[in-house]
């Protein structure tokens, strides 16, 4: 089984910033693409952003400029920071993780594992 631990949501002011992490675990040798989506009350989940094992990163536009994410490939950990919060920022926020190898031989790679999520709200 991979777990994914999130931590770091909360109430933050409009502005403000909170930054997300996301750590994987379980007999994992490497994770090809790790990411954050959302959901807001009442919207469907979306991406919010993603990044793969070599660094390249894919952002929803709007958070684009004011939204980073980030991996540390040892400690299987990502993370994002989130800055200039707005009120439609507000949404509980999954972490995913993709194309997962595990340690061992004759091991398929999993796909598609999320965490439990964590809310972001983002009001005066």
């Known amino acids: 089984q991979v777990q994914l631990v999130e931590s770091g949501g909360g109430l933050v002011q409009p502005g403000g910033s909170l930054r997300l992490s996301c750590a994987a675990s379980?007999?994992?040798?490497?994770?090809?693409?790790m990411g954050w989506y959302r959901q807001a009350l009442g919207k469907e989940r979306t991406l919010v952003a993603t990044i793969t094992i070599g660094g390249s990163t894919n952002y929803l536009d709007s958070v684009k400029g004011r939204f980073t994410i980030s991996r540390d490939n040892a400690k299987k950990t990502v993370y994002l920071q989130m800055n200039s919060l707005k009120p439609e920022d507000t949404a509980v926020y999954y972490c995913?993780?993709?194309?997962?190898?595990?340690?061992?031989?004759?091991?398929?790679?999993?796909?598609?594992?999320w965490g439990r999520g964590t809310q972001v709200t983002v009001s005066s």
């Open positions: 995913n993780a993709d194309r997962v190898h595990y340690l061992g031989v004759g091991i398929r790679s999993g796909n598609d594992f």
């Open positions: 379980g007999t994992i040798f490497s994770i090809d693409t």
